[in-house]
């Protein structure tokens, strides 16, 4: 029996089979074009399912996607501007009724801390708190194995978190580095990545060093707040720019003894997402059986 994995994000949707064994047999991509709104990909979700009906033993659709999701209703509740008519889109009653076949939706942050709690980076942790750093920050708390998703299933937007100089989000994301170092340096964002700066600093880019540090210090600070109030025992930081682990490793650590109290500090420990692309894959595929109760 193999379910089908979908994990839908702002640019490219991935898909693939996991098996009952937690196996990933197959993986794929294709471009989201967001740009053509929430109908647009419903349709090549349900295309997607469809071409995969002949697959023998088919159990399940699993979706992890961006915007604001309630799992139980298996819809989009709340999505940004980048995909335009995405709230409203009811995943879960379209493919059962369209398939006949069961399906559940989460949201993608909360897809890849599930996946991190259970199989990853934070594997036998009972208070996980996951953050991907990108073009914002997303956040997740995994209590018990359970996604913490508060009164409206709107728990841990920690990208609209308050610090001193603004959002947390438009501080230490990539997307606020790489606007600091473009500023500093003269020169058009568009010109500028992750992978750009952290080759550059290395070489000794006196800009892209101080970019880095301004970001590590507003991690610091923004994941102390969470941590103050959530107390998690691992706290697992994902997205492109952490594949800079040895780099950044150390320098949010002391960012982090700098911001919390000792007690605390001593306590939590600091991981690096191990799923990176398939996060959103195998988290959609824990939560399906979560909500079917299949464990």
């Given amino acids: 029996m193999n379910y089908l994995a979908i994990d839908i ?8 089979l996991i098996d009952h064994e937690e196996t990933l047999l197959e993986a794929h991509e294709m471009p989201t074009e967001a ?6 990909i419903l349709e090549k979700v349900k295309e997607l399912v469809e071409s995969y009906l002949d697959d023998e033993g088919l159990a399940g659709v699993c979706i992890s996607s961006a915007g604001m999701v309630d799992p139980d209703k298996g819809e989009i509740f709340y999505a940004g501007p980048q995909i335009p008519n995405y709230a409203g889109t009811q995943f879960k009653k379209e493919i059962e009724t369209s398939f006949d076949i069961p399906c559940e939706i989460e949201n993608d942050v909360n897809c890849a801390g599930l996946a991190e709690a259970v199989s990853g980076s934070a594997k036998g942790a009972q208070q996980v708190l996951c953050l991907t750093i990108g073009t914002g ?6 209590l018990n194995g359970e996604i913490f998703h508060g ?6 937007e920690v990208g609209y978190l308050h610090l001193a100089d603004g959002a947390f989000q438009d501080l230490a994301s990539t997307t606020a580095l790489v606007r600091y170092v473009a500023e500093l340096q003269g020169d058009n964002p568009e010109n500028w990545n992750g992978r750009r700066i952290f080759k550059e600093a290395t ?3 006196s800009h892209c060093i101080a970019g880095i540090d301004r970001m590590v210090d507003y991690l610091g600070q923004g994941i102390a707040n969470i941590c103050y109030v959530a107390n998690p025992e691992v706290v697992v930081l994902g997205g492109g720019i952490m594949g800079q682990e040895a780099i950044l490793k150390p320098k949010i650590e002391a960012a982090l003894k700098k911001y919390l109290i000792s ?13 990176l692309n398939t ?7 824990y939560h399906f059986k979560k909500k079917q109760k299949l464990i």
């Fill in 9 to 16: 994000g702002g640019t490219s949707i991935k898909y693939g």
């Fill in 35 to 40: 740009h053509l709104g929430g109908p647009h």
């Fill in 137 to 142: 920050i997303g956040g997740c708390l995994v």
């Fill in 151 to 156: 009164f409206s299933n709107s728990a841990c």
């Fill in 203 to 205: 070489e000794g880019n």
């Fill in 263 to 275: 007690s605390i500090a001593e306590k939590t420990k600091l991981a690096f997402a191990q799923h």
């Fill in 279 to 285: 996060a959103g894959m195998f988290g959609a595929y």
